[in-house]
């Protein structure tokens, strides 16, 4: 009994959490240690000598990723396919065109998005958690996203969700709510929260 109720009350504790100190929580309970920064400059920096099959995305894959590339290219470009039958009525075929946002932004094809791969979460500068497993750079972009994501998640959890931003999500996630049913994390259930497998935006 003593054990549910300290695990009950840890459960809140994390909920209640902010962002960045879950992520700091997760961390520090995996024992992983983010990578180091990546900004925009690095970002801009990669050679992006890799194309997805289906749109064309650009994609550089750091060299300490161990996940193929070919498999890499086929999940990026099935997982913004389904997000974008999943948000727009036009569906999937709106990837291979100029899309016109509510506020009049004009987002290009995603054969324009340049995507770099790397393994393990990293330190990111944004609104956000201070260790992301995915951040979109919108004067360049670029996608940066982690293979591994947090404990729990599945693999490229955020892809989704940074494709959100691409597409219109808010940088402070104040109209996340148009866009949630579409970005939620993959194959995080509530489960992984109390296992920790928590993700932030």
Known sequence: MKHLIILAVLS???????????????????????DPLINEEIAEAQSYDMTTPVYGMLVAIREDVKTGADTILDVLDNRAAGFLDCQFPEGSELG????VLENGDMVTPLSKLRVFVVPNNF???GPGPSACSGIYFVTEDIIVISVGGFGGCGDFAAWRHELGHRYGMDANHTNIGDFRACTDVDG???????GFGIIGG
């Open 96 to 99: 291979f065109q100029d899309v």
């Open 12 to 34: 809140l504790s994390i909920l209640s959490l902010s962002c960045d100190e879950t992520n700091d929580l997760v961390d520090a309970i995996e024992g992983n240690d983010p």
């Open 123 to 125: 330190f990111c500068e």
């Open 188 to 194: 995080c259930e509530f489960n992984d929260l109390i």
